[in-house]
């Protein structure tokens, strides 16, 4: 008969995370500002000193319900991503050469009731799947614009034998 296993800590009381991250990577949570009106929330300053690059191109992406996007990896830009809309996954792998973090997965789940600023620095694969049930939204702020001749975008399959990780069909991860 199998044994109850105790939870370990993986939050602070402040909610911020306990779990080791990708080198580089960096979670910056937002907040909405609300009034009977609606709302605001900033979704990117440079004061913040979380990228020494300058804002230089900004793209809308949206991800249909239960839809897929990547595995992609920047070798030049790295990505400042925004979450706008909806319930995203996003799953992030190191495999870096001489990274301190090479073999490491992150995990992180993001809506409107947990916007945040996500930055994946240049040489980490990335992927994200909509866990929710409506059609989801993201910025992206890369560092360096979408050069339409020479695209920095290194991409592997969904399913490959690289990455230590297989989406879910949608029951749970």
Do not use: C
Request: cysteine-free.
């Amino acid at each position: 008969m199998p044994q109850p296993v105790k939870d370990v800590p993986t939050v602070t009381p402040r909610g911020d995370s306990l779990l080791p991250r990708i080198d580089g990577v960096v979670v910056h949570k937002l907040t909405s500002i609300e009034d009977r009106r609606g709302e605001i929330v900033e979704v990117y300053r440079p004061s913040w000193a979380l990228h020494p690059d300058p804002l230089v191109y900004v793209y809308q992406v949206s991800v249909r319900v239960k839809a897929i996007k990547g595995w992609v990896q920047h070798k030049l830009g790295e990505d400042r991503i925004f979450h706008s809309q909806g319930v995203l996954h996003w799953v992030l792998y190191d495999d870096r050469d001489g990274s301190p973090t090479r073999g490491m997965l992150n995990h992180f789940t993001f809506s409107e009731r947990s916007r945040s600023l996500l930055i994946i620095p240049r040489g980490v694969y990335h992927a994200v799947q909509n866990i929710g049930d409506r059609e989801a939204f993201f910025l992206n702020m890369p560092s360096r614009a979408y050069d339409h001749a020479d695209p920095d975008k290194f991409r592997l399959p969904v399913r490959n034998d690289r990455i230590p990780f297989a989406f879910d069909d949608g029951r749970g991860f």
